[in-house]
């Protein structure tokens, strides 16, 4: 009884890991502080997503997944550590088991990439189930029934759509959008409009407290600080929720073009049932103010935001886990 279990959602942005019977223990940033003098980690999480754009010369502070997957391996290998230390607690007799949630259009090759960090991590055993699976067990969607059930999971780095029925998956789509590219259309914006230089966080600040897919009746305001591109002194000023509803039309099309497209992949039979439910929202980024409602319009389709939509991924992998023989169709295991 003393092995015991870990679901992890290795998320671009966040990473979120699962204790069975204790719910969701850790929710941090996935930055990694390293030092270039001699390779060795100095911070992990929130204290390193702190360094970002402030580091000097020796220490640089950097995200080891992009668009969902490896992009680091040592550097991925060193935060999972350190998130599986957290999680069990200093002293080990067992080495845990790990189910890693990883975006479902990864190839092969990330896929092995994720099990071997994970295994050189400290875990005695390795699986890998895909997010538009457990983000619906998160969401509490009877995947299992016979009947078409369709979840939408934005993250930091992805959005995974899919249509599920009997337990798997029938029609799905994966497209490398998700909040960072959010943010970085953002902050593309304000330096072509405004002549501003604003860093990752005050771009991802932006979008959390005036972000809107749609424009609003009543714009909201919020002031920034930046660096002036023309004389290079630091400069405040102010943006509106019309600016980031701008700033990010060319994301939130690649997105709606991507549900349309899974929307047509799927049976008639399926579609009715979506038709009938309506489509989940899952994920940190579908908190986007009116997201909800501009899919709805798009596709002529119900959506409805899950229930603590960012930690559905981190829920339901842990189900997963507890659930090992129920879900093994959907499971690739080490």
Do not use: W
Not at 225 to 244: A, C, N
């Amino acid at each position: 009884m003393f092995i015991k279990k870990i679901g992890i959602d290795l998320g671009t942005t966040t990473v979120l890991v699962y204790l069975p019977k204790r719910g969701v223990i850790i929710n941090e940033p996935s930055v990694v502080a390293i030092s270039k003098i001699d390779k060795k980690v100095l911070a992990v999480g929130r204290e390193a997503k702190e360094m970002i754009g402030r580091t000097p010369d020796s220490i640089v502070a950097r995200r080891p997944l992009k668009d969902g997957v490896i992009a680091d391996y040592r550097t991925t290998e060193a935060m999972l550590r350190y998130f599986i230390n957290k999680a069990v607690g200093g002293i080990r007799i067992f080495r845990p088991e790990v189910m890693v949630a990883v975006p479902g259009g990864i190839t092969s090759t990330e896929r092995r990439a994720v099990i071997d960090a994970t295994l050189a991590a400290g875990a005695r055993a390795a699986y890998i189930i895909k997010e538009p699976i457990v983000a619906a067990i998160g969401a509490n969607i009877p995947i299992g029934s016979p009947s078409g059930h369709m979840i939408i999971d934005i993250g930091g780095g992805t959005s995974e759509m899919a249509v599920l029925s009997l337990g798997g998956i029938v029609a799905s789509e994966s497209i490398r959008i998700g909040g960072v590219k959010f943010d970085h259309a953002i902050s593309e914006f304000v330096r072509r409009k405004y002549g501003l230089a604003i860093g990752e966080r005050t771009s991802e600040d932006i979008k959390i407290r005036i972000g809107s897919a749609m424009y609003l009746p009543e714009k909201l305001v919020m002031e920034i600080k930046g660096r002036d591109m023309v004389t290079g002194l630091p400069k405040i000023l102010e943006v509106t929720s019309d600016d980031v509803t701008e700033a990010i039309q060319n994301e939130l099309e690649g997105i709606i073009a991507t549900v349309k497209d899974v929307l047509h992949k799927t049976p008639p039979e399926l579609s009715a049932d979506v038709m009938e439910k309506g489509i989940v929202l899952s994920g940190g980024s579908s908190q986007l103010r009116n997201l909800d409602q501009l899919i709805s319009e798009a596709t002529g389709v119900p959506v409805y935001v899950a229930e603590d939509p960012q930690l559905c991924v981190a829920k339901g992998t842990g189900v997963a886990l507890e659930n090992l023989e129920a879900y093994k169709r959907s499971i690739f295991t080490s």
